[in-house]
């Protein structure tokens, strides 16, 4: 069974400049979460989806933020325009209904804003 | 508001040595507690889990960890670590019932010495 996969690995961009990045959660799980880790920091929630509805997302730091999972499968989180402050590895994990306190992570996407 | 500590942010530790990485919650509610592990390159993954029932909770490689109620504890185990052990360890929280996103420590890092 394939795991959480998110794309890019990587980012660098330029302060002001959009990104998009994106994650794939195990097949048939319905609830996904956003996470992310600033430099020496906690590793903090930003949102929940359960199928395509935003469950939570008090996380979410402010409206240069957009997530959304048209469909209930895929999720993309959106960052316009970047800031110097929202550089950090952001995670993606997912669980299932029936088992919905076990969540599994992707490995990540590290976001450099220059 | 939910709250991991974990108190040492950095271990290092020869083979063979035993390990104990402590973590302390705040929450005013029952909580599932949960370690998670990244090894070098590679993704969160789940180490142990503890949601009720016997506080000892036995985990994948040779990891175990023992909830004590009364001092909010869940400290992380290992009575003999091997280099392949390095890596970083996670501490989180989640409540058990309404919102289940994970509360998280800011991580120990470990580091064996063959």
């Known amino acids: 069974e394939a795991g959480v996969t998110q794309f890019p690995s990587h980012s660098v961009i330029e302060k002001g400049q959009t990104v998009t990045l994106r994650c794939d959660p195990i097949s048939g799980h319905d609830n996904l979460y956003w996470y992310r880790r600033v430099m020496g920091k906690e590793i903090k929630f930003l949102l929940h989806f359960v199928k395509e509805s935003k469950q939570d997302e008090s996380g979410m730091p402010n409206n240069r933020f957009l997530a959304e999972r048209t469909g209930g499968t895929y999720s993309t989180l959106k960052v316009q325009p970047a800031e110097l402050e929202d550089s950090g590895v952001y995670f993606c994990?997912?669980?299932?209904?029936?088992?919905?306190?076990?969540?599994?992570f992707g490995p990540g996407t590290r976001l450099l804003v220059l | 508001a939910q709250s991991v500590s974990q108190h040492n942010h950095h271990v290092i530790l020869s083979e063979a040595a035993s390990l104990e990485l402590g973590c302390n919650y705040s929450y005013g509610g029952t909580v599932n507690l949960f370690w998670y592990v990244q090894y070098p390159g590679q993704h969160l993954q789940l180490l142990l889990k503890?949601?009720?029932?016997?506080?000892l909770v036995k985990g994948i490689k040779g990891f175990e960890a023992e909830f004590i109620k009364s001092k909010f504890s869940f400290n992380l185990r290992k009575p003999s670590v091997q280099w392949s052990d390095t890596a970083e360890y996670f501490c989180a929280v989640n409540a058990q019932t309404g919102a289940n996103n994970l509360f998280f420590g800011t991580g120990t890092r470990l580091t064996v010495i063959p």
């Open positions: 994990a997912s669980s299932q209904i029936r088992d919905q306190e076990t969540q599994y």
């Open positions: 503890y949601f009720s029932g016997d506080p």
